[in-house]
Protein backbone atom coordinates (compact mmCIF):
# COMPACT_ATOMS: atom_id res chain seq x y z
CA UNK A 1 0.00 0.00 0.00
CA UNK A 2 2.78 2.44 0.91
CA UNK A 3 4.67 1.52 -2.16
CA UNK A 4 1.95 2.09 -4.19
CA UNK A 5 1.24 5.79 -2.98
CA UNK A 6 4.94 6.31 -3.08
CA UNK A 7 4.63 5.09 -7.08
CA UNK A 8 1.92 7.06 -7.65
CA UNK A 9 3.18 10.25 -5.72
CA UNK A 10 6.38 10.11 -8.12
CA UNK A 11 4.81 9.42 -11.44
CA UNK A 12 2.87 12.63 -10.51
CA UNK A 13 6.07 14.74 -9.92
CA UNK A 14 7.44 12.94 -13.23
CA UNK A 15 4.36 14.50 -15.40
CA UNK A 16 4.11 17.37 -13.66
CA UNK A 17 4.56 20.78 -16.07
CA UNK A 18 5.10 23.36 -13.64
CA UNK A 19 7.75 21.60 -11.59
CA UNK A 20 9.25 20.20 -15.29
CA UNK A 21 9.88 23.78 -16.32
CA UNK A 22 11.09 25.29 -12.80
CA UNK A 23 13.64 22.33 -12.83
CA UNK A 24 14.44 23.01 -16.55
CA UNK A 25 15.15 26.62 -15.55
CA UNK A 26 17.15 26.23 -12.10
CA UNK A 27 18.75 23.49 -12.74
CA UNK A 28 20.59 20.78 -11.31
CA UNK A 29 20.97 22.70 -8.48
CA UNK A 30 17.99 21.27 -6.68
CA UNK A 31 19.99 18.21 -6.17
CA UNK A 32 19.91 16.06 -9.43
CA UNK A 33 23.86 16.84 -9.61
CA UNK A 34 24.32 13.68 -7.69
CA UNK A 35 22.66 11.76 -9.66
CA UNK A 36 22.83 13.46 -13.24
CA UNK A 37 25.76 13.98 -15.30
CA UNK A 38 24.47 17.53 -16.44
CA UNK A 39 22.09 19.59 -18.62
CA UNK A 40 24.38 20.60 -21.61
CA UNK A 41 27.38 18.57 -23.08
CA UNK A 42 29.55 20.78 -21.63
CA UNK A 43 28.35 20.17 -17.59
CA UNK A 44 28.51 16.39 -18.72
CA UNK A 45 32.65 16.53 -19.89
CA UNK A 46 32.95 17.90 -16.41
CA UNK A 47 31.53 14.85 -14.53
CA UNK A 48 33.07 12.43 -16.84
CA UNK A 49 36.89 13.58 -16.79
CA UNK A 50 36.24 13.10 -12.88
CA UNK A 51 35.41 9.28 -13.21
CA UNK A 52 38.14 8.95 -16.21
CA UNK A 53 40.87 10.35 -13.73
CA UNK A 54 39.55 7.13 -11.01
CA UNK A 55 39.95 4.66 -13.92
CA UNK A 56 36.41 4.33 -14.41
CA UNK A 57 34.28 4.78 -17.76
CA UNK A 58 31.21 5.75 -18.76
CA UNK A 59 28.21 5.34 -20.49
CA UNK A 60 26.75 8.81 -20.94
CA UNK A 61 22.82 8.08 -21.37
CA UNK A 62 20.86 10.72 -23.65
CA UNK A 63 17.64 11.20 -22.01
CA UNK A 64 14.46 11.92 -24.17
CA UNK A 65 11.78 12.25 -21.89
CA UNK A 66 8.66 14.01 -24.12
CA UNK A 67 9.02 12.75 -27.84
CA UNK A 68 5.59 13.59 -29.48
CA UNK A 69 6.79 14.53 -33.21
CA UNK A 70 9.84 13.93 -35.31
CA UNK A 71 10.79 17.15 -34.12
CA UNK A 72 11.67 16.13 -30.64
CA UNK A 73 13.30 12.84 -31.61
CA UNK A 74 15.76 14.72 -33.82
CA UNK A 75 16.45 16.84 -30.45
CA UNK A 76 17.65 13.59 -29.00
CA UNK A 77 19.86 12.17 -32.18
CA UNK A 78 21.44 15.70 -31.81
CA UNK A 79 21.79 14.81 -27.65
CA UNK A 80 23.81 11.70 -28.85
CA UNK A 81 25.84 13.11 -31.83
CA UNK A 82 26.80 16.21 -29.06
CA UNK A 83 27.86 13.48 -26.90
CA UNK A 84 29.90 11.19 -29.37
CA UNK A 85 31.95 14.62 -30.61
CA UNK A 86 32.30 15.35 -26.63
CA UNK A 87 34.11 11.87 -26.60
CA UNK A 88 35.83 12.35 -29.30
CA UNK A 89 37.25 15.50 -29.35
CA UNK A 90 38.36 15.30 -25.53
CA UNK A 91 39.70 11.76 -26.06
CA UNK A 92 37.17 10.51 -23.42
CA UNK A 93 36.51 6.89 -21.71
CA UNK A 94 32.86 6.83 -23.07
CA UNK A 95 30.15 5.12 -24.64
CA UNK A 96 26.52 6.46 -24.87
CA UNK A 97 23.11 4.87 -23.97
CA UNK A 98 19.62 5.49 -25.01
CA UNK A 99 16.12 4.48 -25.33
CA UNK A 100 14.73 3.86 -28.28
CA UNK A 101 11.57 5.56 -27.28
CA UNK A 102 13.33 8.70 -26.97
CA UNK A 103 14.49 8.85 -31.15
CA UNK A 104 10.86 8.05 -32.17
CA UNK A 105 9.91 4.30 -31.16
CA UNK A 106 5.83 5.75 -30.69
CA UNK A 107 6.55 7.39 -34.41
CA UNK A 108 6.79 4.01 -36.02
CA UNK A 109 10.03 1.86 -36.84
CA UNK A 110 11.05 3.57 -39.82
CA UNK A 111 11.82 6.78 -38.26
CA UNK A 112 13.32 5.21 -35.16
CA UNK A 113 15.44 3.25 -37.94
CA UNK A 114 16.44 6.30 -40.08
CA UNK A 115 17.61 8.39 -36.19
CA UNK A 116 19.10 5.37 -34.81
CA UNK A 117 21.21 4.63 -37.97
CA UNK A 118 22.42 8.60 -38.00
CA UNK A 119 23.22 7.85 -34.38
CA UNK A 120 25.49 4.80 -35.14
CA UNK A 121 27.01 6.47 -38.24
CA UNK A 122 28.55 9.16 -35.91
CA UNK A 123 29.50 6.39 -33.27
CA UNK A 124 31.09 4.08 -35.98
CA UNK A 125 33.05 7.02 -37.11
CA UNK A 126 34.74 7.89 -33.87
CA UNK A 127 34.75 4.27 -32.00
CA UNK A 128 31.96 4.76 -29.63
CA UNK A 129 29.85 2.09 -28.42
CA UNK A 130 25.91 2.34 -28.29
CA UNK A 131 23.71 0.57 -25.64
CA UNK A 132 20.03 0.28 -26.33
CA UNK A 133 18.20 0.75 -23.10
CA UNK A 134 15.34 -1.87 -22.15
CA UNK A 135 12.00 -0.37 -21.69
CA UNK A 136 8.34 -1.44 -20.69
CA UNK A 137 7.47 -4.94 -21.19
CA UNK A 138 4.74 -3.65 -23.85
CA UNK A 139 7.96 -1.99 -26.35
CA UNK A 140 10.20 -4.96 -25.37
CA UNK A 141 9.32 -6.98 -28.47
CA UNK A 142 9.59 -4.20 -30.66
CA UNK A 143 12.83 -3.41 -28.90
CA UNK A 144 14.68 -6.40 -29.62
CA UNK A 145 13.41 -6.58 -34.07
CA UNK A 146 14.69 -3.17 -34.03
CA UNK A 147 18.25 -4.02 -32.58
CA UNK A 148 18.37 -7.38 -34.37
CA UNK A 149 18.08 -5.61 -37.89
CA UNK A 150 20.54 -2.94 -36.61
CA UNK A 151 23.00 -5.24 -35.18
CA UNK A 152 22.82 -6.94 -38.76
CA UNK A 153 24.64 -3.53 -39.90
CA UNK A 154 26.47 -2.69 -36.99
CA UNK A 155 29.27 -3.59 -34.78
CA UNK A 156 29.10 -0.99 -32.23
CA UNK A 157 25.39 -1.51 -30.74
CA UNK A 158 24.31 -3.62 -27.41
CA UNK A 159 21.27 -4.05 -25.85
CA UNK A 160 19.96 -4.31 -22.07
CA UNK A 161 17.48 -6.95 -21.19
CA UNK A 162 16.05 -7.70 -18.12
CA UNK A 163 16.15 -10.46 -15.47
CA UNK A 164 12.97 -10.63 -14.25
CA UNK A 165 11.06 -11.69 -17.68
CA UNK A 166 10.00 -14.76 -17.63
CA UNK A 167 10.81 -14.16 -22.14
CA UNK A 168 14.32 -12.80 -21.09
CA UNK A 169 16.28 -16.58 -21.56
CA UNK A 170 14.73 -17.26 -24.65
CA UNK A 171 15.42 -13.73 -26.16
CA UNK A 172 18.89 -14.37 -25.03
CA UNK A 173 19.05 -17.40 -27.39
CA UNK A 174 17.27 -15.79 -30.21
CA UNK A 175 19.92 -12.99 -30.54
CA UNK A 176 22.67 -15.71 -30.42
CA UNK A 177 23.74 -15.80 -33.97
CA UNK A 178 24.43 -12.24 -33.76
CA UNK A 179 27.07 -12.66 -30.70
CA UNK A 180 25.64 -9.26 -28.85
CA UNK A 181 26.66 -7.26 -26.66
CA UNK A 182 24.14 -7.37 -23.84
CA UNK A 183 24.26 -5.52 -20.63
CA UNK A 184 21.82 -7.29 -17.85
CA UNK A 185 19.59 -5.65 -15.71
CA UNK A 186 17.11 -6.92 -12.81
CA UNK A 187 14.82 -4.64 -14.42
CA UNK A 188 12.79 -2.04 -13.01
CA UNK A 189 9.86 -1.47 -14.73
CA UNK A 190 6.60 -2.75 -12.32
CA UNK A 191 4.86 -5.73 -14.46
CA UNK A 192 1.70 -7.79 -14.48
CA UNK A 193 2.58 -11.65 -12.67
CA UNK A 194 2.44 -13.14 -16.26
CA UNK A 195 5.44 -11.80 -17.46
CA UNK A 196 7.66 -10.97 -14.60
CA UNK A 197 9.04 -13.31 -12.26
CA UNK A 198 8.37 -11.12 -8.85
CA UNK A 199 10.49 -12.44 -6.80
CA UNK A 200 13.73 -11.54 -6.12
CA UNK A 201 15.46 -14.73 -5.52
CA UNK A 202 14.29 -15.78 -8.50
CA UNK A 203 14.94 -13.43 -10.16
CA UNK A 204 19.11 -12.89 -8.71
CA UNK A 205 19.14 -16.33 -10.04
CA UNK A 206 17.81 -16.02 -13.66
CA UNK A 207 20.20 -12.59 -13.41
CA UNK A 208 23.25 -15.43 -12.46
CA UNK A 209 22.43 -18.15 -15.16
CA UNK A 210 22.00 -15.24 -18.12
CA UNK A 211 25.71 -13.95 -16.97
CA UNK A 212 27.20 -16.89 -16.85
CA UNK A 213 25.54 -18.64 -20.16
CA UNK A 214 26.44 -15.40 -22.29
CA UNK A 215 30.16 -15.05 -20.81
CA UNK A 216 30.97 -18.93 -21.35
CA UNK A 217 29.95 -18.57 -24.80
CA UNK A 218 32.41 -15.71 -25.22
CA UNK A 219 30.05 -13.01 -25.85
CA UNK A 220 30.89 -9.48 -24.02
CA UNK A 221 29.02 -9.00 -20.91
CA UNK A 222 27.66 -5.31 -19.10
CA UNK A 223 26.93 -6.54 -15.58
CA UNK A 224 24.46 -4.02 -14.31
CA UNK A 225 24.32 -3.92 -10.94
CA UNK A 226 24.82 -2.62 -7.62
CA UNK A 227 24.26 -6.02 -5.97
CA UNK A 228 27.57 -7.01 -3.65
CA UNK A 229 26.47 -11.17 -4.00
CA UNK A 230 26.18 -10.79 -7.73
CA UNK A 231 29.58 -8.69 -8.40
CA UNK A 232 31.02 -11.39 -5.89
CA UNK A 233 29.25 -14.23 -8.17
CA UNK A 234 30.57 -12.66 -11.57
CA UNK A 235 34.24 -12.26 -10.05
CA UNK A 236 34.37 -15.90 -9.16
CA UNK A 237 33.26 -17.08 -12.62
CA UNK A 238 35.87 -14.97 -14.29
CA UNK A 239 38.41 -16.84 -11.83
CA UNK A 240 37.04 -20.27 -12.58
CA UNK A 241 36.75 -20.21 -16.40
CA UNK A 242 39.95 -17.81 -17.14
CA UNK A 243 37.56 -15.50 -18.27
CA UNK A 244 39.49 -12.46 -19.57
CA UNK A 245 38.58 -9.36 -18.60
CA UNK A 246 38.29 -7.44 -21.37
CA UNK A 247 35.25 -9.50 -21.94
CA UNK A 248 33.28 -7.83 -19.52
CA UNK A 249 32.52 -4.62 -17.49
CA UNK A 250 31.06 -3.48 -14.46
CA UNK A 251 28.38 -0.94 -14.46
CA UNK A 252 26.63 1.22 -11.57
CA UNK A 253 24.09 4.17 -11.65
CA UNK A 254 25.72 7.44 -11.43
CA UNK A 255 25.84 8.61 -7.55
CA UNK A 256 25.48 4.83 -6.07
CA UNK A 257 28.30 3.36 -4.27
CA UNK A 258 31.15 5.68 -5.74
CA UNK A 259 33.56 3.52 -2.89
CA UNK A 260 32.86 0.24 -4.59
CA UNK A 261 33.20 1.74 -8.17
CA UNK A 262 36.40 2.73 -7.28
CA UNK A 263 37.33 -0.39 -5.33
CA UNK A 264 36.56 -2.16 -8.66
CA UNK A 265 38.40 -0.21 -11.35
CA UNK A 266 42.09 -0.19 -8.69
CA UNK A 267 41.31 -3.88 -8.78
CA UNK A 268 41.41 -4.01 -12.49
CA UNK A 269 38.24 -4.34 -13.45
CA UNK A 270 36.40 -2.57 -16.06
CA UNK A 271 34.33 -0.16 -14.09
CA UNK A 272 31.85 1.72 -16.24
CA UNK A 273 29.43 4.49 -14.71
CA UNK A 274 26.18 5.08 -16.25
CA UNK A 275 25.78 9.11 -16.61
CA UNK A 276 22.46 10.71 -17.39
CA UNK A 277 22.92 13.93 -19.47
CA UNK A 278 20.23 16.18 -20.78
CA UNK A 279 17.32 18.48 -20.26
CA UNK A 280 14.82 16.19 -19.14
CA UNK A 281 16.86 14.99 -16.08
CA UNK A 282 14.33 15.94 -13.77
CA UNK A 283 11.77 13.18 -15.36
CA UNK A 284 14.02 10.37 -15.30
CA UNK A 285 14.82 11.32 -11.69
CA UNK A 286 11.33 10.82 -10.68
CA UNK A 287 10.46 8.09 -13.28
CA UNK A 288 13.22 5.80 -11.50
CA UNK A 289 12.03 6.52 -8.17
CA UNK A 290 8.75 6.21 -9.38
CA UNK A 291 9.66 2.32 -10.45
CA UNK A 292 11.12 1.35 -7.45
CA UNK A 293 9.81 3.02 -4.87
CA UNK A 294 12.47 1.21 -2.73
CA UNK A 295 15.50 3.47 -4.46
CA UNK A 296 14.17 6.09 -2.22
CA UNK A 297 16.27 4.87 0.93
CA UNK A 298 18.66 3.56 -1.54
CA UNK A 299 19.20 6.93 -2.91
CA UNK A 300 18.79 9.07 0.66
CA UNK A 301 22.12 6.58 2.00
CA UNK A 302 23.98 7.41 -1.17
CA UNK A 303 23.70 10.62 -0.53
CA UNK A 304 25.02 10.54 2.94
CA UNK A 305 27.54 8.16 2.00
CA UNK A 306 29.25 10.11 -0.02
Known sequence: MVEETMRTFFTFLAKNKPLIKVARSTGLTLGGSHFVGGQTVDGVVDQVKAFNEKGIGVTIDCLGEFINNEEDAKETVDLCRNAIAAIQSH??????SLKLFSVGLELGEEVTLSNMREILEEAKKHNVF??????E??????IIEIFTKLRKEYDNIGIALQA???RTETDVEKLEELSPAIRFVKGAYKESRDVDINEKKLVD????MLVKNHMLKGHYVQVATHDNDMIDFVKELVSEHNIPYDQFEFQMLQGMRDEKQKELAEEG?????????????????MKRLAERPANVGFTLMSVFRR
Do not use: S
Open 91 to 96: GLNGQI
Open 130 to 135: VTLNME
Open 137 to 142: YVNCGK
Open 164 to 166: NLF
Open 205 to 208: ENYK
Open 269 to 285: YKMVVYVPYGPDWYTYF
